[in-house]
């Protein structure tokens, strides 16, 4: 990774240019073209830096919430409720950390209330452990920027 990945970095985290060629024009404002732009950002994604470049949807707007659960699972057996927890496409975060009460695998949900409670109640009954959820409340912050160069 050289400077010119770290501003391209911390350009992709603002948003890509809203154009019918994103990478050209993103490309336009460091002096490169196109196709290194997609072989840069390629590579960083392969590395694991880029995880995924995409919108961050307001998910009211699309009649969507959001929920965020935590399970009392016992850490030998966090790897394979993680595994659970993970393979619904609709959950957005999914991390173990600790904590006194218990819950300590942590994630989050998105989609339609009805949905929300389907994938809630599975995850419940596949790994057998004791569920809390949170719905939200109110949205304050969406998203973060690192400070990156």
Known sequence: ????????????????PLTPRPFRDLGDAFGLGEDEVIVRLSALQRDGLVR????????RKLGMGG???ALQVP???ADEAAQVVS????VSHNYLRPN???YNLWFTVSAHEDRIQEILQEIR??????LLALPTGKIFKIGVKFDII
Do not use: F, W
Not at 125 to 130: E, L, V
């Open 125 to 130: 009954i596949r790994t057998g452990c004791k």
């Open 52 to 59: 995924r470049i995409g919108p961050i949807l307001d998910l």
């Open 75 to 77: 850490v030998e057996e």
């Open 100 to 102: 006194e009460s218990g």
């Open 1 to 16: 990774m050289d400077e010119i990945d770290l501003k391209l970095l911390a350009a992709v985290q603002e948003g890509l």
């Open 87 to 90: 393979e619904y496409p609709e």
């Open 67 to 69: 929920m965020l659960a």
